[in-house]
């Protein structure tokens, strides 16, 4: 079966979808280029004003969305609506009123001598028709920070969402309705099969976010088609508590980092290193904070698959020896308990592998440098975060971090800032959502040279003769190849020959 059919909440029957056949892929992207010429021509404010009603449906079916969510992916509601509503509001609104500044054509300054009666511009383009391939996770949140910048700048896009949150797809499909010609915007539902011909099909760019596994997939596709992909793929991220913390502030945000939407996050705190002089102080406190919440809090994992994943980390670090402080026994269900494990073993895959699901691995370290060289070996670099209240020291050391985002005395919270670029390094990927730096894949840069020269021919061209030589040497010495005393000869020379040079010599 491709959909998840049942709720995690309580089992209950979700409502039917129907599949896109991965045959019909090739025909909605002609469909979608042919549109999206004329959409591309459409000025960028008006694109901007056709977009703008967007933030107003989000924030009025606020609770329609959250709810969708919930029944799902098992989402809290209170999380659904504080991570999936008021953001996506904020990314319409961010985008439609940037866009139309961040797309303006911008001039070259040319040197007059050099290139004379000549201007040149750069204008931003839109690639074509984008493929958007998404994750279940952040099912309306994720898709929209890329959906509104690639809209604006004149795409059509295809987006795919996971067959585990198709239902929350179509909605989103559904917020756009009549805001966009025919064809900008076609929402296909089905697995990996619709996902893979979607790359395979005529499309201009891949945005990617899902598995390291899948990325790599269709980094090897879009690979053989030469084209670009922009792929944002799993983490692994850390947590640095360094003795002079905010103890309190360190627990309770890093308890919230690590357990939001049952740690089904990217950007979830997967490893927590904290200096051996308030380890156990530390370890305390977030034992009796995570004690301390109920399973609604939590929420179930969003699929039986993801909790199997869950069960089978925190087992293999039971049996290599680490100590189980709170919860790691699976429920009922895709349950899974807050859990709390006591590190001593790091080689273990609940401190290698992406574990995705609510549970806190505490790892003791020596001291700052030995919390950022351990944070530093993971083959992911999402986000990560250093808590201490000397802010000054901490911003030092960040800079030694490897990672896409780093927050001081705070975790992730930024993928909801829709001026903040979003982005790993290593098995994270190399995609940037969110900030003017998503525009440099969603667009291309396009040069124009506008040239009124009237004279016959440039220095440059044919015919090559000892004159153009001797020109081109004298060039180089003036820019730099020799000391003031050749540059000054270099200069008179160059006088001397450019008269000969456009009268024919
Ligand atoms: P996944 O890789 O299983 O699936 C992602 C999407 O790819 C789905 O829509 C799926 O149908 C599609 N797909 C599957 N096979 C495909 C193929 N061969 N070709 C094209 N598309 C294919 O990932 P998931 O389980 O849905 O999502 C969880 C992962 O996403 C985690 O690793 C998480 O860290 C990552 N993620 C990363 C970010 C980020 O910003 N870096 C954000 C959210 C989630």
Redesign the pocket.
């Known amino acids: 079966m491709t959909f998840a059919m049942k709720s995690p909440v309580d089992g209950a029957a979700l409502d039917p979808v129907d599949a896109t056949a991965a045959a019909d892929l090739p025909g909605l992207v002609a469909a979608a280029r042919k549109a999206q010429r004329a959409w591309g021509e459409v000025p960028v404010h008006k694109r901007a004003d056709r977009l703008r009603p967007l933030k107003q449906r989000i924030l009025e079916r606020a609770d329609d969305i959250a709810s969708i969510v919930h029944r799902e992916v098992g989402k809290p509601m209170a999380e659904a609506l504080l991570a999936e509503v008021l953001p996506s509001a904020d990314v319409v609104a961010y985008w439609c009123d940037a866009i139309e500044e961040l797309l303006e054509v911008t001039d070259v300054e040319l040197d007059a001598i050099a290139y004379p009666s000549k201007a040149a511009t750069v204008s931003r383009e839109a690639r074509g028709v984008v493929a958007l391939?998404?994750?279940?996770?952040?099912p309306v949140a994720?898709p929209l920070r890329t959906l509104v910048p690639a809209l604006l700048g004149g795409n059509a896009v295809i987006f795919?969402?996971?067959?585990?949150t198709p239902r929350s797809g179509a909605l989103l499909g559904d917020l756009f309705k009549d805001l966009l010609p025919e064809g900008i915007l076609t929402v296909v539902q089905?697995?990996?099969d619709?996902?893979?011909a979607?790359?395979g099909a005529d499309v201009d760019l891949v945005v990617?976010?899902?598995?390291?596994?899948?990325?790599r997939?269709?980094a090897v596709?879009c690979a053989e088609k030469l084209i670009p992909c922009a792929l944002?793929?799993?983490?692994k991220d850390a947590a640095i508590v360094l003795a002079d913390a905010e103890m309190e502030r360190a627990v309770n945000g890093i308890v919230w980092g690590a357990l939001g939407n049952a740690g089904q996050?990217?950007?979830a705190i997967e490893r927590v290193y904290v200096v051996e002089s308030v380890a156990k102080d530390f370890t305390d406190k977030v034992v009796a904070a995570v004690k301390a919440l109920t399973p609604a809090e939590i929420g179930p994992l969003a699929t039986t698959a993801q909790c199997d994943i869950v069960k089978r980390h925190v087992d293999a670090a039971k049996e290599a020896g680490n100590e189980i402080l709170c919860g790691g026994e699976a429920g009922e269900g895709s349950h899974y308990p807050a859990t709390v494990v006591r590190v001593k073993d790091a080689s273990t895959a609940l401190v290698t592998d992406?574990t995705?699901g609510p549970v806190i691995p505490i790892i003791t370290v020596k001291d700052a440098d030995d919390a950022i060289a351990k944070a530093n070996d993971s083959r992911y670099g999402?986000t990560a975060s250093i808590w201490s209240r000397d802010t000054k020291k901490a911003t030092a050391l960040a800079r030694g971090l490897r990672a896409g985002v780093i927050t001081i005395n705070n975790h992730a919270f930024t993928?909801a800032i829709p001026m903040m670029p979003?982005s790993?390094v290593g098995e994270?990927?190399y995609?940037v959502?969110n900030s003017p730096h998503a525009l440099d894949m969603l667009t291309r840069p396009r040069a124009l040279l506008v040239d009124k020269n009237r004279g016959k021919r440039e220095l440059w061209w044919y015919p090559y003769t000892p004159v153009l030589t001797a020109l081109a040497r004298a060039m180089a010495v003036l820019r730099g190849g020799g000391g003031i005393g050749a540059r000054i000869g270099a200069l008179f020379k160059l006088l001397s020959l450019i008269p000969k040079r456009l009268g024919g010599g």
Not at 133 to 138: A, H, K, S, V
Not at 160 to 164: L, R, T, Y
Not at 232 to 235: C, S
């Open positions: 391939i998404q994750p279940w996770n952040f994720l795919k969402p996971s067959e585990v089905g697995g990996g619709v996902g893979s979607l790359v990617f976010t899902g598995s390291v596994a899948t990325g997939k269709v596709a944002e793929l799993g983490g996050n990217c950007a992406e995705f999402l993928g979003w790993g994270t990927g995609g959502t």
